[in-house]
């Protein structure tokens, strides 16, 4: 079955920088999309970014363009973000996901920005 396992979350303070890692298995990652979604408190889910299976085309919401980057390591079976200029509306748990839903997302990872 469908596992995903995400970790390298974290506190921060503002201006700070983090990396996530996803690490994939139970499904063919090489040939899948996958997804950053994330769940602030008291919010809904909300999509951050995608990567396509060969990881030339990644797509950005807009709050987060230009300080986060999507990656993925193939013949390793993990996605990762790398996070940059963190800021306090970036806290949330992240997910990494099979689908802009946040299918077959794991236990996710907790990012906490603050000073």
């Known amino acids: 079955q469908v596992q995903l396992v995400e970790s390298g979350g974290g506190s921060v303070q503002p201006g700070g920088s983090l990396r996530l890692s996803c690490a994939a298995s139970?499904?063919?990652?090489?040939?899948?999309?996958m997804y950053w979604v994330r769940q602030a408190p008291g919010k809904g889910l909300e999509w951050v970014s995608r990567?396509?299976?060969?990881?030339?085309?990644?797509a950005y919401k807009d709050s987060v363009k230009g300080r986060f980057t999507i990656s993925r390591d193939n013949a390793k079976n993990t996605l990762y973000l790398q996070m940059n200029d963190l800021k306090s509306e970036d806290t949330a748990v992240y997910y990494c996901?099979?689908?802009?839903?946040?299918?077959?997302r794991g236990q996710g990872t907790q990012v906490t920005v603050s000073s």
């Open positions: 996901a099979q689908d802009s839903l946040g299918s077959g």
């Open positions: 139970g499904f063919t990652f090489s040939t899948s999309l």
């Open positions: 990567i396509s299976s060969g990881g030339s085309i990644r």
